[in-house]
């Protein structure tokens, strides 16, 4: 956790911010407008606002501005404000209604922070990472949470489409009394939200693994991109529930200052636990990823090496016919040397007329083809 200090709002006056009036005025009824069909306005990125007292919903504004007048119609009240993916202007004009400080709300226009758990003075600043598993692609999806808690109001914004928070709204709605305890309900039901979350993708990836094994043992040429595909979704998943330790444990170091109720200590103290459980699969899963990629290049060297001797084995087979159809060639060669000259039939070669010409050209063919066999016979050529 870190405590910043509270920064002038001047930086955000290109976020388009109505001025802040010196007192604010109860809420009345403007006089009646003709209709005018117009482009939505940045509040309505508001995808659920309400203002709560003891735990129950006592008005649905239309917009930011209507909460914050709701605010000052009675004590112990909570607005809850969701919004997804809103625009610049929409964050100015939160940030000038509820106070909110300037470097957080920069970050939620930017978008793309780490899990992380700012004070300022007394607004807590809260971004988280959720994600969600994908069947059909067998994929892990991403998504990021800010949060804006004060002492009257909590702002979620959501940058995709996980979390699901109107489930949590839904369920802190079911439980006045839990919601009454108020932002900080708000927190701790989004925190448990996000890590409940992350069970069906701990699941995904286990089946994933397991299926990445096989492929490994059956040889499928395409298991070692899968494998680094899968190692980077292991790390981003890491890099997403991993920070939670830090966040929940600064959480729980404020409990006895800032008066955080017994019953909430004991709830985030279980989403700890939770957080917990996961980082250990996680950094377990990475572990496996990386023995199964050297499983992997083992098998793959393996098999190259088996194919590289079996290609050295040929060709020594290969050289071995090459030498026994030489050695042949060449035995048959002698003879056919013998009878080719003497086929010439020119009329003054003496051998011709001699009686016994014929059967030293028959002795001479044999005694070379044999002399030639036991040569490369000796040689291991035949």
Do not use: C
Request: charged residues 25%.
């Amino acid at each position: 956790m870190t405590d910043r200090r509270r920064a002038p709002l001047s930086a955000l006056s290109t976020l388009a911010r109505r001025p802040r009036p010196a007192t604010r005025p109860a809420l009345t009824v403007a006089p009646p407008v003709p209709p005018v069909v117009a482009e939505p306005r940045p509040s309505a990125r508001i995808v659920d606002n309400a203002v709560y007292s003891a735990g129950r919903r006592v008005a649905t504004p239309d917009s930011a501005a209507e909460s914050r007048a709701e605010l000052d119609l009675g004590e112990e009240r909570l607005a809850w404000l969701g919004l997804y993916r809103p625009e610049a202007a929409a964050l100015g004009e939160l940030a000038e209604l509820f106070d909110l400080p300037e470097l957080a709300v920069e970050d939620a226009i930017k978008a793309h922070q780490r899990p992380k758990f700012e004070r300022y003075g007394n607004t807590l600043f809260v971004v988280l990472k959720a994600a969600r598993y994908l069947d059909a692609a067998e994929e892990v999806e991403f998504g990021e949470l800010h949060l804006f808690l004060g002492a009257d109001f909590a702002i979620t914004v959501r940058h995709s489409e996980s979390p699901d928070l109107s489930r949590v709204r839904r369920r802190l709605e079911s439980e006045p009394a839990l919601l009454a305890k108020g932002s900080e309900a708000v927190l701790y039901a989004t925190l448990d939200a996000v890590v409940d979350g992350y069970r069906p993708v701990v699941e995904g990836l286990d089946k994933d693994i397991d299926e990445i094994e096989t492929e490994v043992f059956r040889g499928d040429p395409g298991v070692s991109r899968r494998i680094y595909e899968l190692s980077q979704e292991v790390l981003e998943f890491q890099r997403a529930a991993q920070p939670l330790t830090g966040i929940i444990a600064a959480i729980t170091s404020g409990f006895d200052k800032y008066g955080v109720d017994e019953e909430l200590r004991s709830y985030l103290r279980d989403v700890a636990d939770h957080v917990v459980q996961v980082t250990e699969r996680v950094e377990a899963f990475r572990l496996q990823l990386r023995d199964i990629l050297t499983v992997n290049a083992t098998l793959v060297a393996q098999r190259q090496n088996e194919e590289i001797r079996e290609l050295t084995e040929a060709s020594i087979a290969q050289g071995e016919e090459v030498k026994k159809i030489s050695a042949w060639a060449a035995i048959l060669f002698a003879p056919t040397l013998v009878g080719t000259v003497y086929g010439m039939n020119f009329d003054h070669m003496p051998e011709l007329h001699w009686a016994w010409g014929y059967p030293l050209a028959l002795v001479l063919m044999v005694g070379v083809s044999v002399t030639l066999y036991a040569v490369f016979k000796r040689r291991d050529w035949i």
